[in-house]
């Protein structure tokens, strides 16, 4: 992976202060700096989140997931331009595909979203997935914090594409939508089992024009799915809607649809639930990571690989010998 852009150094006075009077300039900046992979970065973004804890808001997060081509940053333009001229603050972290061969990314959505990226109460940050599992950026949970200390009350993470893997989102997200799309055949054979699951909510995108039938008859099928399944989230049974960005029909349905989902989860407990689980996730995340980095850094794996990586190319040893092989020897050389 190839390393960070050296940042223009600022104190962290600076950034909390930028960061805290919303100056998008200096978030992107910090936003950058969580991001970097330079060690050198590591320590001052560290301090960062420490000082800024105190200034998180009690956000609303969403995932919205979909196939590619449903629609997904029109729908979230539609529905951040209708929050914001509510007053509320929007934050979009688009995450866009990043190449394993060149590490470059397509970050386009503030060219897909360009009503939005220019609305004054909107936020609109496209990040490399990094090959990160799930589509989303290892940092995302770090640059949610900064949005909600910079003044942000809606968080939009916008997931790139959909597969068993995308469900890491609903790990970091209170609300979990599913765009789905209609004249694809067979409409529900590109949606996993999982992802529907996943669901607390499923909008029909494209429902306008001579489309209207067909996203009634996939919104019918995708009713006829959920009443199969287990909610995810106990007490609340997943609605699936239809919608269109273009004429903004049901954009502001799926609002109040949310805020109620908010005021029910607040009261039956799940909301906090559901927070407490993803800071939970999130540790794990954040451990796992920086215990293979310390791994991938040590002289002993290092000579480990080449040694063992021969044995089983050659047929003389199991992945699963090796590997365990490789665990001891680090746990050993770090007692």
Known sequence: MKSAAPIAPL????????????????????????ESTAPQHGALAADLMNLLLPHRNHSVRIGVTGVPGVGKSTFIEAFGLYLCERGHRVAVLAVDPTSVVSGGSILGDKTRMEKLSRHPGAYIRPSPSGGALGGVTRKTREIITLCEAAGYDVILVETVG???SEIAVRSMTDFYLLLALTGAGDELQGIKKGIVEMADAIAVTKADSDNVTAAERVKLELEQVLDLLTPVTPGWKPEVMTCSALTGQAIPEMWRLIERFRSEMEASGEWSARRLAQVQEGLVEFAREQVLAGMLQSPVVEKDLADFGAAVAEGKLTLREAAAQIARDFLAARS
């Open 162 to 164: 959909v597969g068993q």
């Open 11 to 34: 104190g962290l006075e600076e950034y909390v202060r930028g960061i805290r009077s919303a100056d998008p300039a200096v978030l992107a900046r910090a936003i950058t700096l969580v």
